[in-house]
């Protein structure tokens, strides 16, 4: 008999891993990748980056504007001067704004201002200031920015 139990107990086993394998759950097949009849398109190539529409040529610091709006530029000054940011463009553009911001050696903010740019071609756009009772002597730092971003920067000297 013990046979025949031994016998049972197999075929209980085997019945069960039947019934098991049986009841699992069948996986969702993948799709099949479609048929490839025609090749895949080759990427786009990228658009080159648009060229900047404004774009600042020099920054000269002087004491005196000329009829075309140029400024002589000038390493010296006098307390007494008014000095004269000059910021070329090229370019177009409407309603931008050219910031000029004049810095003391010791980082101390001596004069800020701007102004509105409004150009189809090359120009020129000047800043001034002033100051009555006049500038103290030492080194400064005109900086320029265009829409904020920085564009230049000419150092002096007032003596």
Known sequence: MKKTSLSSALMIAVIGAVALVGCKKKEEEAAP????????????????????????????V?????ADQSVAPVAMLGTK?????????SGTANNVTVGAKLTYQDGQVAGEQSATLNATDT???????TKP??????????DVTVDGKSAGSQQFEVK
């Open 133 to 142: 009772s006049g500038w103290p002597a030492g080194k400064y730092t005109a």
């Open 123 to 129: 120009g020129t756009t000047n800043v001034e200031f």
């Open 81 to 89: 001067d008014k000095i004269v940011v000059s910021v070329k463009t």
């Open 62 to 66: 002087g004491n005196t504007v000329a």
């Open 33 to 60: 990748p479609p048929a490839a009849s025609t090749p895949a398109p080759a990427p786009a190539p990228m658009a080159e980056p648009a060229a900047p529409a404004l774009s600042v040529t020099s920054v000269t």
